[in-house]
């Protein structure tokens, strides 16, 4: 049995069905339904689950929790709802909070003994007042270094980090959590390493502080078992709180002995973790790393395509090399080695494009952003002044050109990432996140974990034909925008 086919056979049995009459209506074979009703056989359609459902009479809920299992019965159940987190995760990007202000007030003004060796805390009231305490206690120190093991989704810990760290840019966070050493999706239908992340990008999208996360990865259900007792920590330069995953009991100390100790030990713990995402702080910065990936996408042996998905077009590629010298604004002494550089990077861009290595996808919104703005989301609008409009509607020339010949696809508007401000680049190996910080800057994330990569990349690979406008329809609808 599958779990398409139980749930079909319930509504047969409970509604006394007949499978003869269900065939009929269906149009096909009673042989081939008892196959569907056995588990035998899946039907061969969307459409097909579709008759099945109009025959049944279910209620809306009943017909998507049927499409639901014919999609589990054929994709696998953690596949299908891998993917499904990751399209959740794409789409309600934009509803991220854009402030932390509704935090409600600590008290702060505790204090705790002079020099302990272990003061117990018991309680989880108790325990997150003392996190709370030396947190901030710590934001109040010039290039205050915190340290912290734990798990992103602890309590409220995240929220509390976000909110400490949108005033203090010389306050440095760095942060060991465990991540799933296998792609199980946990009994919550979400995964769990996609979860992780979501918990971590307030860091970045409230934060001005400097923030570094490192994982290592464990049985994620064993790591927060109630007999690894005190596996938590938060460490700074004054206190150090070890703490059970569930905060029911922890020790507080403050000897220095003690503490330098425990930092020498988290500098271990750090050389053994690995990197979940680096923030590329310049556009400098950023223009190597996108110059490397491109590197990297060239050298690849599986020759799987990457994706660029992004509300506006990756119109890079598409772009003149005469643009640069047009459009760049003067940035210094080495202004002629960074030009040389960025024509590089368009004609490398250009030649990936062409060769059909980056499958590329973007909305139809997003055209009419550049054709009114003459800004390119893949460029800081800092170093360059807008696009004149008659190279705006050459640039859109060129894309309708790729449409038809580089992959260049645009999704529909009621497609559920459509409205995403969320910008990905990922290959199997390699790849970025990018969107704009609450306040207005953008922020590169370069994404290192393999899990999360994997993740990307098969949603983005899974994207089926009729999410995007085919090719002659994209034609019409960028001709279209010209002629307005």
């Known amino acids: 049995m599958t779990p398409f086919s139980d749930l079909l056979s319930a509504h047969v049995k409970a509604k006394k069905i007949k499978t003869y009459s269900l065939s009929q209506y269906c149009g096909m074979d009673r042989s081939n339904m008892y196959k569907i009703l056995n588990g035998k056989r899946n039907p061969s359609s969307a459409q097909?689950?579709?008759?099945?459902?109009?025959?049944?009479?279910?209620?809306?809920?009943?017909r998507y929790d049927l499409l639901e299992a014919y999609q589990v019965t054929i994709t696998g159940y953690d596949t299908y709802y891998r993917r499904k987190h990751v399209q959740?995760?794409?789409?309600?990007?934009?509803?991220?909070?854009?402030?932390?202000?509704n935090l409600p007030p600590y008290n702060m003004n505790v204090d705790y003994p002079g020099q302990t060796n272990g003061l117990l805390i018991s309680g989880k009231s108790k325990q997150k007042h003392v996190i709370y305490h030396i947190l901030a206690a710590e934001t109040r120190i010039d290039n205050?270094?915190?340290?912290?093991f734990f798990q992103p989704n602890t309590e409220q810990f995240m929220d509390l980090?976000?909110?400490?760290?949108?005033?203090r840019d010389s306050l440095q966070i760095e942060h060991i959590f465990c991540m799933t050493n296998n792609d199980k999706i946990l009994a919550d239908k979400y995964d769990y390493n996609l979860t992780c992340l979501e918990k971590i990008i307030p860091m970045y999208y409230n934060c001005v502080c400097s923030y570094t996360p490192y994982c290592y990865y464990d049985n994620i259900l064993s790591h927060d078992n109630i007999f690894n007792l005190f596996s938590s920590m938060v460490l700074t330069s004054k206190y150090a709180f070890v703490f059970s995953p569930q905060l029911q009991n922890g020790f507080l100390f403050s000897d220095p002995e003690i503490l330098l100790k425990l930092h020498d030990i988290f500098e271990d713990l750090k050389s053994s973790a690995s990197l979940v995402v680096r923030k590329q702080e310049s556009f400098h910065a950023q223009f190597e790393f996108f110059s490397n990936i491109e590197i990297f996408c060239d050298?690849?042996?599986?020759?799987?395509?990457?994706?660029?998905?992004?509300?506006?077009?990756?119109?890079?590629?598409?772009m003149p090399l005469s643009f640069p010298d047009k459009y760049l604004i003067e940035t210094g002494a080495r202004q002629e080695r960074f030009l040389a550089r960025v024509k590089q990077y368009i004609s490398r861009h250009a030649n990936a494009s062409q060769a059909r290595m980056t499958r590329f996808i973007f909305t139809e919104n997003?055209?009419?952003y550049f054709l009114e703005s003459g800004r390119i989301s893949e460029i800081p609008p800092s170093i360059y002044r807008p696009l004149d409009y008659s190279d705006r509607t050459?640039?859109?020339r060129n894309l309708?050109?790729?449409?038809?010949?580089?992959?260049?696809?645009?999704?529909?508007?009621?497609?559920?990432?459509a409205a995403s401000a969320l910008n990905i680049y990922v290959t199997s190996r390699r790849g970025y996140l990018m969107f704009i910080s609450a306040d207005g800057k953008p922020v590169c994330l370069d994404l290192n974990e393999p899990g999360l990569l994997h993740a990307f990349h098969d949603y983005l690979d899974s994207l089926t034909d009729n999410m995007f406008f085919t090719e002659d329809e994209a034609d019409a609808i960028l001709t279209k925008m010209l002629e307005e």
């Open 144 to 148: 205050g270094h915190i340290r912290l």
């Open 88 to 101: 959740d995760f794409i789409a309600y990007f934009t509803h991220r909070p854009e402030h932390l202000e």
């Open 400 to 417: 309708i050109h790729a449409c038809h010949t580089q992959g260049y696809r645009i999704l529909k508007p009621q497609s559920p990432i």
């Open 299 to 318: 050298m690849e042996n599986d020759k799987q395509p990457g994706y660029s998905f992004q509300m506006e077009p990756c119109l890079v590629p598409l």
């Open 394 to 396: 050459l640039m859109v």
């Open 366 to 368: 997003g055209v009419r």
């Open 48 to 62: 097909m689950v579709q008759s099945i459902a109009d025959f049944l009479r279910l209620t809306p809920l009943e």
């Open 161 to 167: 980090l976000a909110y400490i760290g949108k005033t």
